[in-house]
């Protein structure tokens, strides 16, 4: 009885995660969004708008995972980690949905004022479907079955697509290398 | 997880072009390793594979240097140190908003639960059979200050 009292008070107590904490979390991620987001729309200030309307739409449409996240019961502190892996992605897809659509929109009209573009030509002549595998998984370092969740595909065509565009990319600088 | 593309070299050619009968069979896992995509089990028994293998350590110097390629090639575009700060204020006063708005909401929700608390709590101390409780209590009262 005692101990089955003890256990009801603590699910009862809920512990407020800090602003600053809950900031830094966006904060660390942003950037690496930034960069992903700019494989879709090679120019700073779309892609940084990209970032800022996908952590808004996520945090619109997934209220009650945001809420979760701010308000911790004692007993799940081992969700926390889950929720924020689950956020992670949700925003990394975000932007790619985000990405591709501004990048439709903009239509290539986007001028190259950085260099991005000239200096990994070869990069940005892929197309978007194969740029963001092998961003993923080679910039980004994501695991396939992330990269699937992500992009919504299946892990084989993850697989196929990576494999397809590490070839063409090896040999694309191979060629211009002369080996 | 099972899948043939995973067990064949990620590039989709052939070990450094070798000859069939001069590949090892542990040559397919080589991208894997270097992809950190193994299992730890799997990693540790290539690690020691590849102490005494010459066939899989020149696949391995080779699918190195074309990782290497390939990261060169795929961009991690960086913002300057004044682009950057002027970024993370954005996204750190659009984060501090949507934390406020959850607390808020979960404020609102905590007030829901208590005025749901307080009304189960009136409805049940007036309660048909508490009120009737309470008069004969009051009479019994009454009768024991009377007499």
Known sequence: MKGYCLNRLIKGIIITVKESDFVSFFKKYSLDLFSFSYIYVPDQLQAEQVVVDSILAVSLKEKELIDKLVKIPSTGFNDAKRLNGKLQILLYSKVASLGKTRSQQLNGSVSDQSGMKSKYSDFYSLGLDRRE??????????SIEDISKILGKSEYEVMAILAGTRDTLVNASSHLQGF | MSCSLQRDSLFGVTPLGLENSES???????????DASLSPK??????????????????????????????????????????RDHFLEEVSLLSKQIYD?????????IKKQKIEFFKKMMSFLFSRELVLLYIFLGMVVSIEFWF
Do not use: W
């Not at chain 1, 595998?133 to 994501?142: N, P």
């Not at chain 2, 090892?24 to 270097?34: D, H, P, R, S, T």
């Not at chain 2, 990693?43 to 594979?49: A, Q, Y």
């Open chain 1, 133 to 142: 595998v092998i961003f993923l998984k080679d910039s980004a370092g994501k």
């Open chain 2, 24 to 34: 090892c069979e542990k040559a397919q896992f080589i991208v894997g390793y270097l």
């Open chain 2, 42 to 83: 799997k990693l540790t028994e290539i690690d020691e594979h590849l102490k005494g293998c010459d066939i899989c350590y020149g696949q391995m110097l080779d699918s190195t240097k074309k990782f290497n390629t390939i990261k060169r090639s795929v961009p991690h575009c960086k913002l300057k140190k004044t682009e």
């Open chain 2, 101 to 109: 708005k959850s607390k808020g909401n979960q404020n609102l929700v």
